[in-house]
């Protein structure tokens, strides 16, 4: 089958929304919205590339750029590798230079667009921060609650609440207060047994990669508008979250821990392979704070997820 490299901009402006723009209707994946781009050159650098179709396209100069997620989808005539980067820099004022339709669209309004098949993973990409913050395995609840509090006075938007050290009554009661606290703020992520899920509406769910085990071959357990991620460490745990149709992953160790002493870490090379393998945002974790973010984006990344760095003291 014939296959294109292709390079695509989640292009973000000052206020936070997003460029879309109307595919022709007699081109491939014609009249539905896309994501500004198009075919790499043979030997050309991404980022070249990036910078010359939306110059062509859109009339802007690219300032600010980097590396968002790679999906690899194939139409049944077409193979495609979207290279997406997230644009949040640029000089000039896009026009379509193409005559094609242009509209800023808020984040929450992406599920009105029709886009190709191949762009769920880069609308879920484009609404995910760089950093997923994993509360400490210490500290009593109330502890927890003023360290959140002032993580998302930081900026955190998405946290996935981890206390093993507290009882199941007390965890319970804490995800109703942190629920309450992040609501409009930030996202929030569970753990727990999926029979939970319906005691707490507004969050979204972690799966350990016991859990993802269990499912396998299940239906997804989460109703799409409801962030579902889990814990990978390896190709097969990667598999099972692809199956189930989790939205992100997190993809550890990557580095030595000192919660994990005597698991070998993946490395960074070994990372990216396992992240080209898979089509859906991925967070690396394992001795990583937000020194490690640019270093994760270069591997194909999201961000970073962890408490180093990210939860503030
Ligand atoms: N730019 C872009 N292309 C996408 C997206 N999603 C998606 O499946 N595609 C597919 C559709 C096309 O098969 C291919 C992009 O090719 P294109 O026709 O836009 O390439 P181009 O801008 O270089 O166009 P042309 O000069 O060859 O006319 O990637 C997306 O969000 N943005
Ligand atoms: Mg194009």
């Known amino acids: 089958m014939k296959a294109l490299h292709v390079v695509a901009a989640v292009i973000r402006g000052t206020d936070g929304r997003i460029l879309l723009a109307q595919r022709p209707a007699d081109k491939h994946q014609g009249g539905l919205w896309e994501f500004p781009g198009g075919k790499v050159e043979a ?23 980097r590396p968002l997620i790679e999906v690899r989808h194939d139409y049944p005539d077409l193979s495609v590798l979207l290279d997406v980067w997230e644009v949040s820099g640029f000089a000039g004022t896009p026009r379509g230079m193409e005559g094609q339709p242009l509209v ?4 929450s309004a992406l599920d009105d667009f029709q ?22 395995a210490a500290g009593a609840a109330a502890e ?9 006075a930081r900026g955190v938007r998405l946290l996935q609440l981890r206390a093993p ?13 942190v629920l309450a606290l992040c609501a409009g703020r930030a996202e929030v992520l569970l753990k727990g047994p999926l029979a939970w899920v319906a005691d707490f509406p507004a969050a979204g769910w972690h799966l350990t990669a016991a859990q993802l085990r269990e499912l396998a071959g299940a239906p997804r357990p989460l109703p799409a508008g409801r962030w579902l991620a889990a814990s990978c460490h390896d190709a097969e ?32 090379e070994r990372a990216a ?18 020194d490690e973010r640019e270093r994760a984006w270069r591997s194909g990344a999201q961000g970073v997820a962890g408490i180093r760095g990210l939860w503030p003291c």
């Open 43 to 65: 030997g050309e650098p991404v980022e070249a590339a990036l910078a010359r179709e939306l110059h062509e396209e859109l009339d802007i100069r690219v300032e600010q750029a």
């Open 104 to 107: 800023w669209a808020e984040e």
């Open 115 to 136: 886009f190709p098949a191949a762009n769920r993973p880069i609308v879920t990409a484009a609404r995910l921060p760089a950093d997923y913050l994993i509360t400490p």
């Open 144 to 152: 927890l609650l003023a360290g959140i509090e002032r993580a998302l």
């Open 165 to 177: 050290q507290l009882s199941v009554s007390a965890y319970r009661a804490l995800a109703d207060e």
């Open 237 to 268: 745990e990667l598999a099972l979250a692809a199956q189930l149709g989790v939205d992100f992953a997190t993809l550890s160790p990557v580095q030595p821990t000192a919660s994990h002493p005597g698991v070998a870490p993946l490395g960074w």
């Open 273 to 290: 392979e396992l992240i080209r393998g898979f089509n859906q945002p991925v967070y690396l974790l394992g001795g990583l704070g937000p």
